[in-house]
């Protein structure tokens, strides 16, 4: 039978001229920062708003909307090739790249095979990808790398649309072991290393975490004792909490490990003492994979997901390497075991030496955003040909509806696929930010660029990585029956991505890192805690810092300025009256847990106890502060978009995105006076009439994400889906399968409509 499509019908369609790229074949043509979205109004110094278009039906069907972008009469056209250049940022020439040389292998493994066919499998793809040159990108020319802190997590996020073991396996052998050699190791280490690792003559791993400490690196157990006589370290597991736990590529393929320590040293007439937490690099395997002596590993078999990274314990008895294996670019022992750093305090070596780790944080979030717009693109494709029950009263030769016309569906998918757009804006500028800072002269960096970076990665990591929880497992439910079949992808995808919420960080310990770099940067800047002033007075504060460090400041400013207050006219789709409200929350939740916290300082007070009272209003006043970070990239965005019709589009979506946080929150609104009962109904309207805009909008929007037709595997994302027969004299419909064919090829959704502003 002929499968009926979605796409717009030649009666409805204006003409324009023929796309240059399909959908899912490619996206920006070159690399470099993409094109960038400013509204008219902010061209012409007006204040950066506007108010969007309705369009479409109450079905929103693609039939029912008009386009945009290449001009067409009074009509112009935004193709997927527009949105995929929005969201390429800086490197888009690394996602043509991965688009053009990822192996093939990537996107049709097969996690249901046995454990160790399918952990040789994996590891052969991160060796094909090896020999494909990109993952050298971040490492430092000297060594053979490329020299591109920004193109090697970009790198890496383009796997996350492919099998996720390969993902983490690439990751921990290039991102984390070489990752930690490199921004931890001096020059000779990385002449040593790196040229081996990034031809893969060596395979690595990353051992920190401790079967008792996971987040709580401080009190890592396993050490490492200078003896001054041999010129080695000692390795030494004391007892089973202290085993290295969970880590990838430890139980079958590492040779090596950068094994993070307690180093015990004294000098001459010194008695030996704990330094601190530091790393080294000691070897686990011979040539032919056998265990080295004193090195014991246990397999922790079988996870709920990511089963192609073989995870492992590892304990060390007597282990020794030379001295020259501590990496030592923040602290050295000398041969007669004297310890020195430049670091004077031990508490400012630790956060340094794990702040220059911070990439793995960035590079998760932006695996974690791949998945998730690969579950999007399975969800909505499906959304868009299923159809379930005929309308109320219509005759049995109607056709069923198709799934994403009925409001709950655009609820479920719809604000997801908005967010999705919102974090990765913010995923380049972040990316962007890690670049600058880590390709930046050697002591250009302050401690509050550094502190700033540093939030943002594990603000950013803790969100894009519960979205990403939430997303997938909403995509699964909205494809019924079919998103629990392994064929398509998603049950394999929520297995894979649920563990991103707790490793390289647990997202609550990092909200709460968060928390705390606000409250010390904060009373940095405007004093002491117990001298803050009023709510507005902070807001004010909490402005003038997001002024200086954001990247659309001009536009932020106006917009702020320019934003009603409790007005109940004021339009909710005004990005400066959304912003204030953010703004307006982050100050209000800030000056709350700081005022809570003033009574640890009270004499006679338990200051643990005062502080673990106030972790639930800390956790929201940094969800907050993140939420209002997020938004200033899509602001940045759209301050820098030079298509109005795309500019349009991503207004929309980032009210549908900005709109559904407040209404998340509404009941915080309420109680503090931004919103009336009244008002706050009309938040819920407005999500509903964006969700329905929108809808048209879907196809769209999904294939702006760039992703290659053939690395969509799902059956149910390419129109294997029984469609309803009529039953000649009956009135009823019968379903088959047979001759189902793609709904929409890359022609048909080259262009897809969209109202001009």
Same mark, same amino acid.
């Given at each position: 039978?002929?499968?009926?499509?979605?796409?717009p019908?030649?009666?409805?369609?204006?003409?324009?001229?023929?796309?240059?790229?399909?959908?899912?074949?490619?996206?920006?043509?070159?690399?470099?920062?993409?094109?960038?979205?400013?509204?008219?109004?902010?061209?012409?110094?007006?204040?950066?708003?506007?108010?969007?278009?309705?369009?479409?039906?109450?079905?929103?069907?693609?039939?029912?909307?008009?386009?945009?972008?290449?001009?067409?009469?009074?009509?112009?056209?935004?193709?997927?090739?527009?949105?995929?250049?929005?969201?390429?940022?800086?490197?888009?020439?690394?996602?043509?790249?991965?688009?053009?040389?990822?192996?093939?292998?990537?996107?049709?493994?097969?996690?249901?095979?046995?454990?160790?066919?399918?952990?040789?499998?994996?590891?052969?793809?991160?060796?094909?990808?090896?020999?494909?040159?990109?993952?050298?990108?971040?490492?430092?020319?000297?060594?053979?790398g490329?020299?591109?802190v920004?193109?090697?997590?970009?790198?890496?996020?383009?796997?996350?649309?492919?099998?996720?073991?390969?993902?983490?396996?690439?990751?921990?052998?290039?991102?984390?072991?070489?990752?930690?050699?490199?921004?931890?190791?001096?020059?000779?280490?990385?002449?040593?290393?790196?040229?081996?690792?990034i031809?893969?003559?060596?395979?690595?791993?990353?051992?920190?975490?401790?079967?008792?400490?996971?987040?709580?690196?401080?009190?890592?157990?396993?050490?490492?004792?200078?003896?001054?006589?041999?010129?080695?370290?000692?390795?030494?597991t004391?007892?089973?909490?202290?085993?290295?736990?969970?880590?990838?590529?430890?139980?079958?393929?590492?040779?090596?490990?950068?094994?993070?320590?307690?180093?015990?040293?004294?000098?001459?007439?010194?008695?030996?003492?704990?330094?601190?937490?530091?790393?080294?690099?000691?070897?686990?395997?011979?040539?032919?994979?056998?265990?080295?002596?004193?090195?014991?590993?246990?397999?922790?078999?079988?996870?709920?997901?990511?089963?192609?990274?073989?995870?492992?314990?590892?304990?060390?008895?007597?282990?020794?390497?030379?001295?020259?294996?501590?990496?030592?670019?923040?602290?050295?022992?000398?041969?007669?075991?004297?310890?020195?750093?430049?670091?004077?305090?031990?508490?400012?070596?630790?956060?340094?030496?794990?702040?220059?780790?911070?990439r793995?944080?960035?590079?998760?979030?932006?695996?974690?955003?791949?998945?998730?717009?690969?579950?999007?693109?399975?969800?909505?494709?499906?959304?868009?040909?299923?159809?379930?029950?005929?309308?109320?009263?219509?005759?049995?030769?109607?056709?069923?509806?198709?799934?994403?016309?009925?409001?709950?569906?655009?609820?479920?998918?719809?604000?997801?696929?908005?967010?999705?757009?919102?974090?990765?804006?913010?995923?380049?500028?972040?990316?962007?930010?890690?670049?600058?800072?880590?390709?930046?002269?050697?002591?250009?960096?302050?401690?509050?660029d550094?502190?700033?970076?540093?939030?943002?990665?594990?603000?950013?990591?803790?969100?894009?990585?519960?979205?990403?929880?939430s997303?997938?497992?909403?995509?699964?439910?909205?494809?019924?029956?079919?998103?629990?079949?392994?064929?398509?992808?998603?049950p394999?995808?929520?297995?894979?991505t649920?563990?991103?919420?707790?490793?390289?960080?647990?997202?609550?310990?990092?909200?709460?890192?968060?928390?705390?770099?606000?409250?010390?940067?904060y009373?940095?800047?405007?004093?002491e805690?117990?001298?803050?002033?009023?709510?507005?007075?902070?807001?004010d /504060?909490? !402005?003038?810092? =997001?002024?200086?460090?954001?990247?659309?400041? *001009?536009? %932020?400013? +106006?917009? @702020?300025?320019? #934003?009603?207050?409790?007005?109940?006219?004021?339009?909710?789709?005004?990005?400066?009256? /959304?912003? !204030?409200?953010? =703004?307006?929350?982050?100050?209000?939740?800030? *000056?709350? %847990?700081? +005022?809570? @916290?003033?009574? #640890?300082?009270?004499?006679?007070?338990?200051?643990?106890?005062?502080?673990?009272?106030? /972790?639930?209003?800390?956790?929201?006043?940094?969800?907050?502060?993140?939420?209002?970070v %997020?938004?200033?990239? @899509?602001?940045?965005a759209?301050e820098e978009?030079?298509?109005?019709?795309?500019?349009?589009l991503?207004?929309?979506?980032?009210?549908?995105?900005?709109?559904?946080?407040?209404?998340?929150?509404?009941?915080?609104?309420?109680?503090?006076?931004?919103?009336?009962?009244?008002?706050?109904?009309?938040?819920?309207?407005?999500?509903?009439?964006?969700?329905?805009e929108?809808?048209?909008?879907?196809?769209?929007?999904?294939?702006?994400?760039?992703?290659?037709?053939?690395?969509?595997?799902?059956?149910?994302?390419?129109?294997?889906?029984?469609?309803?027969?009529?039953?000649?004299?009956?009135?009823?419909?019968?379903?088959?399968?047979?001759?189902?064919?793609?709904?929409?090829?890359?022609?048909?959704?080259?262009?897809?409509?969209v109202?001009?502003?």
């Open positions: 039978m002929t499968q009926t499509t979605e796409t019908t030649p009666a409805t369609t204006p003409t324009a001229a023929p796309a240059t790229a399909g959908p899912t074949t490619a996206g920006p043509s070159s690399g470099g920062t993409a094109p960038a979205a400013r509204r008219p109004e902010q061209r012409e110094g007006r204040p950066a708003r506007r108010r969007a278009t309705g369009r479409g039906g109450e079905r929103g069907d693609a039939q029912n909307g008009e386009q945009s972008g290449a001009r067409s009469g009074d009509r112009a056209v935004v193709t997927p090739a527009d949105l995929t250049a929005l969201l390429s940022g800086r490197w888009g020439w690394v996602r043509e790249e991965a688009r053009a040389t990822l192996p093939a292998g990537i996107f049709t493994t097969d996690p249901s095979a046995p454990l160790d066919v399918y952990r040789d499998e994996v590891m052969g793809l991160v060796r094909e990808l090896a020999a494909t040159g990109s993952p050298a990108h971040g490492f430092p020319r000297e060594v053979g490329g020299g591109d920004g193109a090697s997590v970009v790198q890496f996020e383009m796997l996350g649309y492919g099998d996720l073991s390969v993902m983490i396996k690439s990751g921990v052998h290039f991102g984390l072991f070489g990752g930690a050699v490199q921004s931890l190791g001096s020059a000779e280490h990385h002449r040593r290393w790196l040229p081996a690792t031809a893969m003559e060596t395979v690595g791993c990353f051992a920190m975490t401790e079967t008792g400490h996971g987040s709580d690196v401080a009190n890592l157990e396993t050490t490492a004792v200078y003896d001054a006589a041999t010129q080695e370290f000692v390795l030494t004391p007892h089973d909490g202290a085993r290295k736990d969970y880590i990838g590529g430890a139980a079958r393929h590492a040779r090596v490990a950068s094994v993070f320590a307690q180093l015990v040293t004294g000098g001459p007439g010194e008695e030996p003492r704990g330094r601190g937490v530091h790393c080294f690099v000691v070897p686990l395997r011979d040539a032919d994979g056998a265990l080295l002596p004193g090195v014991e590993v246990e397999d922790d078999g079988v996870k709920a997901g990511l089963n192609g990274v073989d995870n492992g314990r590892i304990r060390f008895t007597g282990v020794r390497v030379p001295r020259e294996d501590l990496l030592d670019r923040f602290a050295q022992v000398a041969p007669d075991g004297s310890y020195a750093s430049s670091i004077e305090s031990p508490g400012r070596r630790f956060f340094t030496t794990l702040g220059a780790l911070v793995g944080r960035v590079c998760i979030a932006a695996g974690a955003g791949a998945a998730t717009q690969q579950a999007l693109a399975v969800a909505v494709r499906y959304g868009l040909t299923r159809r379930q029950f005929t309308r109320p009263g219509a005759d049995g030769a109607q056709e069923e509806v198709v799934l994403l016309d009925y409001r709950a569906h655009q609820r479920r998918l719809m604000p997801a696929l908005a967010t999705s757009y919102v974090l990765q804006l913010a995923q380049n500028e972040l990316t962007a930010r890690l670049h600058d800072l880590q390709s930046a002269p050697e002591g250009s960096v302050t401690d509050d550094q502190r700033e970076l540093e939030n943002r990665a594990a603000g950013l990591k803790a969100v894009a990585t519960w979205h990403a929880t997303t997938i497992q909403t995509c699964r439910e909205a494809c019924g029956g079919a998103g629990y079949l392994a064929a398509n992808r998603l394999q995808l929520k297995a894979d649920d563990v991103f919420t707790t490793f390289e960080g647990d997202n609550t310990v990092l909200l709460q890192l968060v928390g705390k770099g606000l409250l010390t940067g009373a940095e800047d405007f004093g805690l117990g001298t803050w002033g009023t709510v507005r007075a902070v807001a /504060q909490v !402005r003038s810092r =997001v002024m200086e460090r954001t990247t659309a400041r *001009v536009t %932020v400013q +106006r917009l @702020l300025e320019a #934003a009603p207050g409790r007005d109940e006219d004021a339009d909710l789709r005004d990005r400066g009256w /959304q912003m !204030r409200l953010l =703004v307006e929350r982050e100050a209000h939740l800030l *000056v709350g %847990v700081a +005022r809570r @916290l003033r009574r #640890a300082k009270a004499p006679g007070a338990d200051a643990a106890a005062v502080f673990d009272d106030a /972790q639930d209003h800390l956790l929201a006043a940094a969800r907050a502060h993140v939420d209002r %997020v938004v200033e990239a @899509l602001v940045a759209e978009c030079e298509d109005d019709a795309t500019a349009e991503l207004a929309r979506v980032g009210d549908l995105h900005v709109l559904s946080l407040v209404e998340r929150d509404r009941a915080w609104y309420l109680e503090h006076g931004w919103l009336t009962p009244g008002r706050s109904k009309a938040v819920l309207a407005a999500v509903n009439e964006l969700c329905r929108l809808r048209a909008d879907a196809r769209l929007l999904v294939d702006g994400f760039g992703i290659p037709e053939a690395w969509i595997t799902a059956p149910i994302a390419h129109g294997a889906v029984p469609q309803p027969t009529p039953v000649p004299g009956t009135g009823r419909t019968t379903t088959s399968t047979a001759g189902a064919a793609p709904v929409e090829d890359s022609a048909a959704v080259a262009a897809v409509p109202q001009a502003g």
